[in-house]
């Protein structure tokens, strides 16, 4: 099942979904999240009774020892504390907000994880359109030397001229070697992010690896964030999470009475009935280092989530920015410089085999048309770069 599932070239989302499912450090996250569940049972919990009993004015050494226990005096009793001003209530908020910034923290490390994962995806693309390309421009350039082999055997131009287009052509294998290596690589890492053992020639990805236009103004995409960023929640949930604990610093600043019963013999009363109530007297210790600590925290954590709404507007900004940076450069290649450079290539081409052209003409043409090609790869590879840069900013696929 595994092997038939790496023969397929996986989409973007696909590669998604099976990061979601497998990935350790995710996993391990939720496990963490459900620790933070079962504190919330134990915090909800109602202190436990006390029970005992005694059996006192035993005589084993007495003038009758046959009957040692006949003026024994039982005694059982009974405590419970009760907790007052909601204090179970509030420890149940307090560990149900840990869970819900625990939660948070989760989105946000598995925000950030899937920006590595979009990297190394568009890294793969990237790599593999420039294979594509490395391979094409070969092709290509062996036609030409095919054609300028006859030339040669045809009288029509030098040994030398044609021994240096066969040098030329080393570069064009070092360009494939270099590409198949960055394929390999970029499969390491997604494989590495997935935590799959697929081998690396089964494992293959595929998407589109161009640029759009924006859809979205810098002000959607700042509002966005606000109401997306998961770090940015979970600070806002410390914020809450303090008042709680401010609250319950409070309460516990108060009197907890413990109820007592008691049930005992005391000849001549056969059987007796008591009761009891213990009122701690809270005349130095009301809690006040925690109050002080709790109100401080509030303070903290208002100021950390003031850092956290800069922090988001700064992140938003940078990558549109960048974002915007990249397409300016692309559009110029797009509209114009790639077909120029096919066409420049072309002609040079056909006017060198026709004696129209230098060598040293027909080499320039061709070194750059494949440097104008692969400016535009890498400049496309930037790009989706910067929309997963901006996507993590935002904390949304915004840009797919």
């Known amino acids: 099942m595994e092997g038939a599932f790496g023969q397929r070239a996986l989409t973007w989302q696909e590669v998604r979904d099976r990061f979601q499912n497998t990935n350790p450090t995710l996993r391990a996250g939720q496990i963490g999240i459900d620790e933070s569940k ?36 039982p005694l059982f009793s009974a405590n419970y504390l009760h907790e007052r001003q909601h204090k179970r209530e509030l420890r149940l908020e307090s560990a149900r907000k840990s869970t819900g910034i625990a939660m948070a923290q989760l989105a946000d490390q598995e925000r950030s994880l899937l920006f590595n994962l979009r990297n190394a995806f568009v890294q793969a693309l990237q790599a593999k359109a420039v294979l594509a390309l490395a391979r094409e421009n070969l092709a290509y350039y062996d036609r030409l030397l095919a054609v300028n082999n006859d030339r040669l055997k045809a009288g ?28 390999r690589t970029a499969k390491i890492q997604l494989l590495m992010l ?26 959607e995409l700042r509002n966005m964030a606000l109401a997306n960023r998961p770090d940015l929640q979970a600070a806002l949930q410390a914020v809450e999470k303090a008042r709680t604990d401010y609250r319950l610093a409070v309460a516990n600043g108060s009197t907890d009475p413990t109820f007592g019963v008691d049930v005992g013999r005391n000849p001549p009363i056969p059987a ?23 109100q401080l925290e509030i303070r903290r954590n208002q100021s950390l989530h003031e850092a956290a709404q800069a922090q988001v507007f700064s992140d938003v900004d940078s990558a549109s920015a960048t974002l915007n940076g990249n397409r300016s450069l692309l559009r110029p290649y797009k509209a114009k410089y790639l077909q120029l450079a096919d066409k420049v290539r072309e002609t040079v081409s056909f006017a060198y085999q026709h004696g129209g052209s230098s060598l040293l003409e027909f080499l320039n043409a061709q070194n750059d048309y494949r440097t104008v090609q692969l400016n535009y790869l890498n400049l496309v590879g930037s790009y989706l770069t910067a929309a997963s840069q901006l996507n993590l900013a935002v904390g949304s696929e915004v840009i797919k």
Request: glycine share 6%; charged share 25%.
């Open 272 to 294: 007796y009935l008591g009761f009891s109530v213990n009122i701690p007297l809270k005349i130095f210790d009301r809690n006040q280092g925690e109050k002080a600590r709790t």
């Open 194 to 219: 997935l935590n799959d053992r697929t081998p690396i020639e089964q494992f293959d990805v595929t998407g589109p690896f161009d640029f759009s236009e924006p859809l979205v103004t810098l002000d």
């Open 156 to 183: 029509d131009i030098a040994q030398v001229d044609l021994d240096r287009l066969e040098l030329q052509r080393v570069q064009y294998e070092t360009d494939i070697q270099t590409a198949e290596t960055s394929v």
């Open 38 to 73: 079962a504190q919330e049972i134990t915090a909800y919990l109602r202190p436990n009774p006390d029970f005992g009993s005694t059996l006192d004015q035993i005589q084993p050494f007495n003038g009758n020892p046959y009957r040692p226990f006949g003026n024994a005096l």
